[in-house]
């Protein structure tokens, strides 16, 4: 009898076996923790990734498959050949792919989430230009349309990408439902607009190249000509992280300009940073834009790019100033406004 229950059991796979760090493991997490709160007994998930530490329990199992992070090639296999043994191993009656494209070779009902916006935007990347924007842009983003067509649901975070989906692929819009990122967090302290904190900008990011750290090192460089110094700019970048990020840094450097690369700082120290300074958000690529609403939660003044993401989540927003993401000299002038008040 006990068995025969059991096999009532509703079972659902979630693949991520892509995150890592930064939004697509805040995504793994944020489903990861709804999956143990539900705690349904009727239900069973599985949740398919590659190295982050994700604890089991009676209704939440966790597979493994850290390998995957080896290589493009080996993350091909897992795709084509590991990943639909493992829905017919575990009888799966559900997928939740968070990992832009489904499983193949299945016909379990499938639910795509896809977060990844290289495919949707007007840029058009060189090989030459950044390799593996090219790679997103042309390779994976013709399995991520095909997906798109394929799956059952699809899950984006912003009107702007359920749009974009709707115009690129031609799909029904019922069939995609747009589910903004939770910010859990409890705020400690709201931004102060002192001197200091007027006159210290903060960009919390990863070394890509869209995330246009460029464009605030060239704005530094028109108010160095302009003589305005009384100013510091943090990035949480090491300056090592690819050929980009350490030709910034040092541009930076050589020019002697008020930016410091900090490095990798916890939530909280980001939290505490929206609060004594202005967040500057150049990003000319993103699904949600998340240091956007944070900064916005603790009434922080926000510098942003002119872009549908941005004004999805500060549009209303009194605090907020939007500039070209082209435009160094605009920025500086922002910028400017806020040092000398």
């Not at 089991?56 to 993350?75: N, Q």
Request: a positive charge; one cysteine or more; proline letters at 5%.
């Amino acid at each position: 009898m006990a068995e025969g229950l059991k096999l009532l059991k509703r079972t659902i796979m979630v693949f991520d076996v892509p995150a890592e760090s930064g939004g697509a493991l805040t995504i793994l997490n944020e489903y990861y923790k709804e999956a143990v709160r539900g705690n349904d007994q009727n239900e069973i998930w599985y949740f398919v990734i590659s190295t982050p530490n994700l604890t089991e329990t009676e209704t939440v199992k966790v597979l493994r498959f850290p390998w995957v992070k080896k290589s493009w090639f080996h993350r091909l296999y897992f795709d084509i050949f590991v990943a639909p043994r493992l829905v017919k191993k575990y009888n799966v009656d559900e997928i939740l792919s968070l990992q832009n494209v489904i499983i193949p070779k299945i016909k379990v009902p499938q639910t795509l989430y896809v977060h990844q916006t290289l495919p949707f935007i007007d840029k058009k990347f060189k090989v030459t230009e950044n390799l593996k924007c090219w790679v997103y842009q042309n390779i994976i983003g013709r399995m991520i349309f095909k997906s798109l067509r394929k799956a059952n649901k699809v899950i984006v975070q912003t009107n702007w990408m359920k749009n974009a989906c709707i115009e690129k692929v031609d799909i029904k819009p019922e069939k995609i439902t747009v589910v903004a990122p939770k910010i859990d967090i409890g705020i400690k302290k709201y931004f102060e607009p002192t001197e200091e904190n007027k006159r210290t900008f903060f960009y919390p990011a990863s070394g890509l190249i869209y995330k246009n750290h460029k464009l605030i090192v060239d704005a530094a460089l028109v108010l160095k000509e302009r003589g305005v110094s009384d100013y510091k700019v943090i990035f949480t970048l090491r300056g090592n992280e690819n050929k980009h990020v350490e030709k910034l840094y040092n541009q930076v450097k050589e020019a002697n300009l008020p930016i410091k690369f900090i490095g990798t700082v916890t939530r909280e120290q980001v939290f505490n940073y929206y609060s004594r300074s202005v967040l500057i958000f150049p990003s000319y690529i993103e699904t949600f834009g998340l240091p956007m609403l944070e900064a916005k939660l603790h009434h922080a003044p926000v510098l942003a790019s002119d872009m549908s993401f941005s004004h999805e989540i500060l549009d209303g927003y009194e605090n907020v100033q939007y500039f070209s993401p082209e435009d160094a000299e605009g920025l500086a002038e922002m910028m400017e406004h806020n040092i000398v008040g």
